[in-house]
């Protein structure tokens, strides 16, 4: 039986995957210990994922580290969220360095706190030449914040006349997004048996496949990708015309 990295079509490998890294808590608990090390655990896979999709060619892989919402759940967990972000990237510098790999961020970064945004931006700082994958971390990050953050800045430049009704298109709005600059993902996966997108690219993921998997994120490995991105090579992306139309 060949594995699903062997299944994989080269010419067809997605330019953008985005992912929803969810069930730390659960993974933890089945395990007997607390949510923290979950998290703590979760860092294997979210450096397997990184390595695979360096590997293959992917030119941006987004990950959603934090959402807007999370930081409404209790402050120890928070703050061990926080301590184990900004350690886990410091120590993983180096490495992206040397894999040519450039970090990213998305997201409201004021509400973090200020230390750790200091330190978060000295990382994306080491690695912005970078030309190989672009890691994006989505952290304090929400699709509602993104947009209403755009139309703060659309409304502002209208009052400055930089930016008139007629000159606001598909286009234009993309541009005020966090994401501008990247292509949409063409692939969204989520772990751990939920069905919802929890405010994650609204916008960006119009179109996207939408891949669903019940492993917990902290067991999440690179062949699991592997068959995410299989599963994704066997659908048909029609985007509104006939199938006969797109397979002419
Ligand atoms: C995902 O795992 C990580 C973050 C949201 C930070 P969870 O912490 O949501 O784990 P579950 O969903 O409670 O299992
Ligand atoms: C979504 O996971 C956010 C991240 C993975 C960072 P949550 O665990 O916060 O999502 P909900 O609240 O269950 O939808
Ligand atoms: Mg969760």
Redesign the pocket.
């Known amino acids: 039986m060949s594995t699903y990295k062997e299944q994989i079509d080269k010419q067809r490998i997605p330019q953008h995957i985005a992912i ?3 069930g730390n808590g659960r993974w933890a608990k089945k395990m007997g210990n607390q949510r923290i090390f979950g998290h703590q655990n979760g860092v294997t896979s979210v450096r397997e994922v990184t390595e695979a999709a360096a590997e293959l060619g992917i030119k941006f892989l987004t990950l ?4 807007t ?2 930081w409404n759940r209790p402050a120890d967990e928070v703050n061990a969220l926080m301590d184990l972000l900004v350690k886990t990237i410091e120590a993983e510098t180096p490495t992206l360095a040397k894999n040519n790999v450039r970090l990213l961020t998305i997201g409201d970064i004021t509400r973090m706190p200020n230390q750790t945004a200091q330190r978060l931006q000295q990382c994306i700082e080491q690695t912005k030449h970078n030309t190989g994958l672009s890691l994006v971390l ?1 952290l304090s990050y929400s699709s509602r914040w993104e947009m209403t953050n755009a139309i703060q800045n659309m409304v502002q430049d209208a009052v400055n006349q930089k930016l008139s009704p007629n000159d606001i298109s598909e286009e234009v709005i993309a541009n005020y997004l966090a994401t501008k600059s990247m292509p949409d993902p063409e692939l969204l996966i989520r772990t751990s048996g ?1 069905y ?1 997108i ?1 405010n ?1 690219l609204l916008w960006q993921i119009a179109y996207t496949e939408l891949y669903f998997t019940e492993v917990l994120w902290p067991e999440f490995r690179k062949e699991d990708l592997y068959q995410a991105i299989v599963n994704y090579q066997s659908r048909e992306r029609r985007f509104g015309k006939t199938s006969e139309q797109v397979t002419q």
């Open positions: 929803i890294m969810d959603y580290a934090f959402s919402e999370n989505a939920e919802r929890s994650f």
